[in-house]
């Protein structure tokens, strides 16, 4: 059974920082290229950041460049979201998926609320 587990979401004051963790059972972590995605209340999931299976290549959207680092840990399965100089409209429900090229399978986590706010 494939679990995707988020954790390390809160209350952030503006400026400050927090680190998403995002651990993986029940598949081969490394044959999967992980990914973290938002939604905000009344708006659509977007892409957050993403990163290849070996950890070779990321990917970031415009609003987090800079801010954001995503990193993982194959031996601990786990996938990490560091965020620093959060912002208000970073608020969000932050989810965790994994997507396998060849199988073309795809795996959501349940999400971690991550709140900026004074």
């Known amino acids: 059974q494939v679990q995707i587990v988020e954790s390390g979401g809160g209350l952030v004051q503006p400026g400050g920082s927090l680190r998403l963790s995002c651990s993986v059972s029940?598949?081969?972590?490394?044959?999967?290229?992980m990914a973290w995605y938002r939604q905000a209340p009344g708006k659509e999931r977007e892409l957050v950041a993403s990163?290849?299976?070996?950890?070779?290549?990321?990917n970031y959207a415009d609003s987090v460049k800079g801010r954001f680092t995503i990193s993982r840990d194959n031996a601990k399965n786990t996938v990490y979201l560091q965020m620093n100089s959060l912002k208000p409209e970073d608020t969000a429900v932050y989810y965790c998926?994994?997507?396998?090229?060849?199988?073309?399978?795809?795996?959501w986590g349940q999400g971690a609320q991550v709140t900026v706010s004074s």
């Open positions: 998926k994994g997507h396998n090229a060849y199988t073309r399978y795809e795996y």
């Open positions: 990163i290849t299976t070996a950890g070779g290549r990321t």
């Open positions: 029940g598949l081969t972590f490394s044959n999967y290229a």
